[in-house]
């Protein structure tokens, strides 16, 4: 059997950035029935809705930073797309896509 070398880096999958649409949020508050209210980084508070292909797949807390799409017909209400992890998000502020500071003050 033959031992994998280690040294050798993975490649890292890339990061999803916002596109047209999408923002970066802050979950704020858990309402339960796969709801939550996110404030977003352009400064408004929406209600988020889990959608089914993902609902059981990714658990969310207060205070974790997701990508939503914005609905067009509603813009008071989005889709949650992606959950970022603590390493995805300092890819983020090292690739100024969102700035340390914002997240921050998000979370507070």
């Not at 209210?37 to 609902?55: F, H, Y």
Request: aromatic share 4%; proline share 5%; net charge positive.
């Amino acid at each position: 059997m033959v031992k994998k070398d280690k040294t050798q880096e993975t490649p890292s999958k890339d990061v999803p950035k916002p596109e047209e649409g999408q923002t970066i949020c802050v979950v704020k508050k858990m309402l339960g029935g796969d709801h939550l209210m996110v404030l977003c980084v352009d400064g408004k508070e929406r209600l988020a809705r889990i959608p089914g292909k993902i609902r059981k797949k990714m658990w969310m807390r207060e205070g974790d930073v997701v990508l939503v799409g914005i609905w067009d017909f509603q813009p008071n209400r989005c889709d949650i797309l992606y959950k970022y992890g603590n390493d995805e998000i300092k890819k983020l502020v090292n690739e100024n896509v969102i700035s340390r500071e914002v997240i921050d003050q998000l979370r507070g």
